[in-house]
Every structure is written in C-alpha cells, then in structure tokens.
Antibody, heavy 119, light 107 residues
Framework: EVQLVESGGGLVQPGGSLRLSCVAS????????MTWVRQSPGKGLEWVANIRQDGSEKSYVDSVKGRFTISRDNAKNSLYLQMSSLRADDTAVYYCARGGVLNGRQEYWGQGALVTVSS | DIQMTQSPSSLSASVGDRVTITCRAS??????LNWYEQKPGKAPNLLIY???SLHSGVPSRFSGSGSGTDYTLTISGLQVEDFATYYC?????????FGGGTKVEIK
C-alpha cells in the first residue's frame, strides 16, 4: 500500500523558516517524480514544486522561487520542502504527492501538513 | 505559465443528474489534463488522467474528454458520495497548474 506521511508543519512567524518532510512507503521511491501542492484555507489547490527522480531537475511556482527549496533523499525514501522568508500568504495545508515516472499526474497524496505563518 | 480556467465555479444538482464541468487551458496542452475530486478536510483523489483515462478504482460514471485547450469531466448519474469539489490540472509543462475548482452541491 502506497503511503505518504508529511511532518514538520506548525506555527511560524513571518520571515521565519520551516522544513517539511514526507516519508514514502509501499513503492520504489527513487522511480518517481515527487511534488508538493498546497491549499490555503478555503481556497483551491496550488502546485508548489516538483523534483525528478534523481534530484537533477526541480521546478517551482513563481511565488516561492528563491524562498523554497525542494529536495529528496532516495536512501531514506524522503521528500523535503525547505521554506524560508515565510509570509502570511504561505499559510496552507501542504500536501506531498507522488508524480509519475515521466512526471505527470499525482496518483497518491499524503494527508497534508498545516503551516501557519502568523505573529 | 499555462492558465487553467474551470467552469462553473459551483453548481447544484440532484442525485441521478448528469453533470458536466469544463476546463480551458490558455494554450494547447496536448491532452495532459487530469481531474481530481476533493472532499472537505481530505486530500484530493485522482479521477481521470491524460484527459480520458479512468484512474484505477474510480467508478465508470466518471468520464473525461477533450483535446487541445478544452476539456470536460462528466459524471453520469450523480451519487450522494459525488458531492465534492473537482479540480482540473495540466501537467503539460512546469509549473503544473490547477483550475479554480468546481463545487458540486446538493439541490
């Protein structure tokens, strides 16, 4: 059974930093693109970033470029999102999702981690 | 970036109705279009991928169609468990983008 479990969410002050983690199980982690998607309270889904299987290619939505860094550790079956210079509009539930072998659709999703940016 | 425009933003329907949701891309996305269902407090679930392919375990009352810039999700015979919010997503190019969502409510 595919499982994705996020952790690391919480309350952080504006300008602060936070690192989200996502531990994967039930599939060959190193064989798939991985993605972060977020959802602000009461709002729609926003694609944040993704990373190729070997970490050689990363892409970000413009609103987080230069502030967020996606990374992965295939030996630990783990995906990360390092977030810095956090702003109030970064407040959201952050979902880890498995992409495809050739990028593409997100077939499996974690339960989400809530990040709240507030003073 | 490719913009995805989804319509309507909400609709009211009855059990048994046929429901159609549309999604328009700002440029051709070559069929790289997915549909997700999301219920309150839950993560999204993939329904349709590559515009027309039904994801494993998804009931056959869900179907997708379209090409180029225009795509459609159809629910044939709405069930109680289908009242949710639906999102389209293009995976033709990064950054992958979602439509604004369509909330399907009970009439």
């Amino acid at each position: 059974e595919v499982q994705l479990v996020e952790s690391g969410g919480g309350l952080v002050q504006p300008g602060g930093s936070l690192r989200l983690s996502c531990v994967a199980s039930g599939f060959t982690f190193s064989a798939y693109w991985m993605t972060w998607v977020r959802q602000s309270p009461g709002k729609g889904l926003e694609w944040v970033a993704n990373i190729r299987q070997d970490g050689s290619e990363k892409s970000y939505v413009d609103s987080v470029k230069g502030r967020f860094t996606i990374s992965r550790d295939n030996a630990k079956n783990s995906l990360y999102l390092q977030m810095s210079s956090l702003r109030a509009d970064d407040t959201a539930v952050y979902y880890c999702a498995r992409g495809g072998v050739l990028n593409g659709r997100q077939e499996y999703w974690g339960q989400g981690a809530l990040v709240t940016v507030s003073s | 970036d490719i913009q995805m425009t989804q319509s309507p933003s909400s609709l009211s329907a009855s059990v048994g109705d046929r429901v159609t949701i549309t999604c328009r891309a700002s440029q051709s996305i070559g069929g790289s279009l997915n549909w997700y269902e999301q219920k309150p407090g839950k993560a999204p679930n993939l329904l349709i991928y590559d515009a027309v392919s039904l994801h494993s375990g998804v009931p056959s009352r869900f179907s997708g169609s379209g090409s180029g810039t225009d795509y459609t999700l159809t629910i044939s015979g709405l069930q109680v468990e289908d009242f949710a919010t639906y999102y389209c997503q293009q995976t033709y190019s990064n950054p992958q983008t979602f439509g604004g969502g369509t909330k399907v409510e009970i009439k």
